[in-house]
């Protein structure tokens, strides 16, 4: 048994045997104790012990019932208003939790708790007056708690009342000094109020508070070239150079500061003088390569600067594959692609796990149009990303090129069925399907997949162009072909092989003439003129009678390649053989 239950007894013990040595009471008899009205119990802790364990248990509705019966019960227990106004607060039902935070205060004005929930609810009611008149209270009679101080100057800030909050944060500025997070507090106070003077004043203050912290300086000279204020922050970047020479950052900065003065000279220098700081981190100076130098700057006059720039990162730091990665996107923005390469081939030496570098990677062997190298990295790729249907599509172009056609279908029916809901590149994969089909002998399948093609993206110049050609040589819906055709060409009209498909069609369709004018402007483009359109050429001469001509067509075709099985004949025989 507790202590204070054995006093308690010992005093009733006490007053009972008072009362039964009064004369009074002796008259009466044992039925007169129960003329003495019996006082109602202020709380019952064990029923608010069983519904804070319905409450733990997560039995929120059922401990809320409970608590809602208790006030019933025990009208005067400030515990039981408080809990309910916590679970009703929990159901965002601010308005009623304030009630009742508002009742627990008002039976214990004595408890701090009380009063910091009722200024929550009092925020989250949107009655910020009264959670300012609540904090103001807490803060006179809580003087050493700076938290209370906060919340206040922040209620302020809400309220737009700025002179007020300046106030509170000057009287937390009184105990604890100058501090950084209550200077800036102040000054975008004072910016906010156009004061600026008094903006300046309070980022001085902190400088002088903390002579030997660089990062202030930088932070008054941000704000003195905010305010067009150059020669004051130059001042004051020169300043952090003495202070700290090996700062990692300001060679940065003054970069920012002579672009923002249109000084290009200076701009390259301390930029390089950044770059060749090994203290600077590495993705800091990528960012800042990258803002420094647009695409078209690069591309341009400043290319020289970027890729010195990016030497300059490599030599800093030559263990870090993002540094070799930036270059090779610098080369081939440039057009440098074997550089490029090259340069991506270092990155995936130093670290393989970046799937965009081989991407990367296997794309500049296909500009280069280096099929074997993009075969070979393209099978590793896989081995690496086999769930990657970009490097499926490289892997199947390169031996597509190199006229491996089984093994090209076979990657491209791999990866298709990876590729999900990505449109363009599943367009791309029945465009080289078509194209693989058609170099197997099945037209019947090449149709199909171009057709899937189209359905997925009708407006490909390249699987029109390619799906009618093949139509064309098998003499098969020739219109449609015609129709396909001039569509790539309305998007494309000075591509040479579109002009060439189009002629060819026209002389299938008996149209010579006109066949002859396309091809003769496919042949303009002496880059990519093939012995395919040379003997095409020829064929539309032949029947229009010029045959000398022809024949000498057919030759040049044979000397540059690529004509049909048929082209020796037709010069020996001396006659177009239709195919």
Avoid at 156 to 172: E, M, P
Avoid at 186 to 201: G, Q, S, V
Avoid at 344 to 349: E, G, Q
Avoid at 462 to 474: F, G, M
């Amino acid at each position: 048994m507790k202590q204070s239950e054995i006093k308690f007894i010992c005093l009733m013990v006490f007053l009972l045997g008072a009362m039964v040595g009064s004369p009074l009471l002796a008259q009466q008899g044992e039925d007169a104790v129960d003329q003495y009205p019996k006082e109602k119990p202020v709380s019952n802790p064990s029923a608010l012990i069983d519904a804070k364990k319905l409450l733990i248990a997560g039995n929120v509705q059922d401990a809320e019932a409970s608590l809602r019966k208790y006030i019933e019960k025990y009208p005067s227990d400030p515990v039981a208003y408080f809990e309910l106004a916590r679970i009703i607060a929990g159901k965002k039902d601010y308005p009623e939790a304030k009630l009742f935070a508002e009742k627990a205060w008002e039976l214990d004005n004595t408890n701090i708790w009380y009063q910091l929930f009722l200024a929550e609810t009092c925020k989250l009611s949107q009655d910020y007056e009264q959670a300012v008149a609540i904090y103001e209270d807490i803060v006179a009679t809580n003087p050493d708690n700076l938290d209370h101080y906060y919340q206040l100057a922040a209620l302020y800030l809400g309220l737009g009342k700025y002179q007020q909050s300046i106030k509170i944060y000057n009287r937390i500025e009184k105990r604890v000094g100058v501090s950084e997070e209550i200077t800036l507090q102040k000054h975008k106070i004072y910016l906010h109020l156009k004061e600026y003077h008094n903006a300046e004043a309070e980022l001085q203050e902190l400088v002088k508070a903390y002579p030997g912290d660089s990062r202030y300086y930088s932070i008054l000279a941000e704000y003195y070239m905010s305010r067009k204020k150059n020669e004051k922050a130059l001042e004051l970047y020169n300043r952090i150079l003495e202070i700290d020479p090996n700062n990692a950052y300001i060679h940065m900065t003054l970069a920012d500061y002579y672009r923002k003065t249109d000084d290009r000279q200076k701009v390259f220098e301390e930029l390089k003088l950044g770059f060749g700081n090994p203290n600077l981190d590495v993705d800091t100076k990528i960012n800042i390569l990258l803002s420094f130098y647009t695409i078209n700057e690069i591309v341009t006059d400043l290319k020289e600067q970027a890729f010195e720039l990016s030497e300059l990162l490599i030599q800093t730091h030559p263990d870090d594959p993002k540094v070799f990665s930036i270059q090779g996107d610098l080369l081939a923005q440039d057009q440098q692609f074997e550089a490029a390469r090259n340069a991506f081939l270092k990155v995936i030496a130093l670290d393989s796990s970046k799937y965009i570098v081989w991407e990367e990677l296997l794309r500049m062997d296909l500009l280069m149009t280096d099929y074997e190298h993009l075969r070979k990295y393209g099978k590793r790729g896989l081995e690496l990303y086999p769930e990657q249907p970009v490097i499926y599509l490289f892997s199947a172009l390169a031996e597509l090129q190199l006229k491996n056609y089984s093994e090209a279908e076979k990657l491209l029916n791999m990866g298709v069925k990876l590729v999900g809901n990505n449109n363009e590149i599943l367009a791309q994969y029945y465009m080289y399907l078509g194209d693989v089909y058609h170099a197997l002998d099945r037209p019947s399948d090449s149709d199909k997949a171009y057709e899937k093609s189209l359905q997925i993206k009708d407006n490909n110049p390249y699987v029109l162009n390619n799906y009618s050609y093949y139509l064309s040589i098998r003499g098969k819906d020739l219109d449609k072909a015609e129709q396909m055709t001039k569509r790539a060409l309305s998007m494309d009209p000075e591509n040479s092989s579109f002009q060439d498909t189009y002629g060819w069609i026209l002389f299938k369709l008996g149209q010579h003439e006109q066949a002859l004018e396309w091809i003769e402007k496919s042949l303009k483009d002496q880059q990519n003129q093939s012995g395919e359109v040379l003997e095409h050429y020829g064929d539309v001469l032949y029947n229009l009678d010029r045959k000398e001509e022809a024949i000498n067509y057919w030759k040049m075709a044979l000397e540059k390649g690529e004509g049909s099985k048929l082209l020796q004949e037709k010069i020996t025989q001396k006659r177009w053989i239709e195919k």
